[in-house]
């Protein structure tokens, strides 16, 4: 064993990654999309692996609030207002020297994202929507590079490992987003940090064996977890891809990719807001939506318009799902206070 490698000990005597397994994580370039609950975790323990070049890419800011799970900040990052990639960047830096750490403060989107996960050997999914997924699916089936869904809420989570041409797609199982307003997000339905942990984990594991060149012993099936209810569920997905006509991994088609299917936000002319337009034929549920969104703000809704106010920003949203965030010019902020409380 070099000297390089003794602090990779303990990992190297695991003997399905050994010194030849160690030496191909030392060359591997891993994406970690989103740096929030997910995407530190994620980040801390493929560092502590020796991965060759983590590049991560968040939009956020740390808050208060972000400490009860997002393990690679402090107190001292949110007095200091710090973007997450970049805090992570620091932090990691100072666990592991050896590894080069990109940090990109940036939205994800269509017209990025190509140039995020270029040259990369596998991809981390550490967002908080479907339409980011979607999009993340697109382009590593277009470029054949292996990635790793993940979600939690609540005391549940998810997890799915994709390597192209070998297993189902994300839309093999999921074939469109969830209407805008139904699904549960961390700032509506809270999380469990326990949960998160469960689930990067076994997205950092999946990782390590595509790295290692151990894919034959990745799941080839759809996790859920739920760590409060007791609950582990496999959900087979052989022979998925067969019986269905997959718009992305069958038909070749990449539409949030080419920006098809993408949400977009405009800053509103003379006004402190952000209008978000989402693809046509979103509709949303205002009394559902009003439902989730009383016990955390003050909610008033008519078959017309419903406004909620969070914190700094108000949310006002059509039936149609399009939204404006006033309290804000900055596009970036105004996409992630919409997709924290709405859904996207």
């Known amino acids: 064993m070099t000297d390089a490698f003794q602090r990779y000990s303990r990992q190297i005597l695991f003997r399905e990654i050994g010194e030849t397994g160690q030496q191909r994580l030392s060359k591997s370039r891993v994406a970690i999309l989103g740096c929030g609950a997910l995407g530190t975790v994620q980040a801390d323990a493929l560092c502590r692996a020796g991965v060759g070049l983590l590049r991560i890419a968040d939009r956020d800011f740390i808050e208060e609030s972000n400490l009860q799970r997002q393990t690679l ?32 403060v940036t939205d994800v989107n269509s017209n990025n994202i190509e140039r995020l996960v270029e040259n990369m050997n596998c991809i981390l999914d550490a967002t908080d929507n479907f339409e980011t997924r979607f999009l993340i699916n697109d382009v590593a089936i277009k470029h054949r590079i292996p990635w790793v869904y993940g979600a939690a809420v609540g005391s549940s989570g998810l997890s799915m490992t994709i390597v192209p041409q070998q297993t189902p797609c994300l839309r093999c199982v999921f074939e469109s987003l969830p209407p805008p307003g139904t699904s549960p997000t961390c ?69 949030f990719l080419e920006g098809k299917a993408e949400t977009t936000a405009g800053v509103l002319c003379g006004r402190d807001s952000v209008q978000i337009s989402l693809p046509e034929g979103s509709r949303l549920n205002f009394e559902d939506l009003a439902r989730r969104l009383q016990p955390i703000g003050s909610v008033q809704f008519n078959e017309f318009l419903l406004r909620f106010q969070a914190g700094p920003y108000e949310i006002a949203v059509f039936p149609d799902g399009r939204g404006i965030v006033r309290g804000t010019k900055d596009t970036q902020v105004a996409r992630s206070v919409y997709a924290r409380y709405i859904g996207a």
Do not use: M
């Not at 990691?92 to 990109?104: D, G």
């Not at 942990?197 to 390590?208: C, D, M």
């Open 73 to 104: 900040f402090s107190e001292e990052d949110v007095r200091l207002g710090l973007p997450k990639a970049v805090a992570a960047q620091k932090r990691l830096n100072q666990i592991n020297s050896q590894v080069r750490i990109e940090a990109y």
């Open 187 to 255: 700032d509506t339905a809270g999380v469990l940090a326990s949960i998160v942990n469960v689930v990067a984990s076994i997205q950092v594991a999946e990782a390590v064996k595509i790295l290692t060149g151990n894919v034959h012993r990745i799941n080839r099936k759809l996790l859920s977890f739920d760590v409060w209810g007791n609950r582990w569920k496999e959900l087979e997905l052989a022979g998925v891809t067969e019986q269905g006509d997959c718009p992305c991994c069958k038909l070749r088609r990449f539409d």
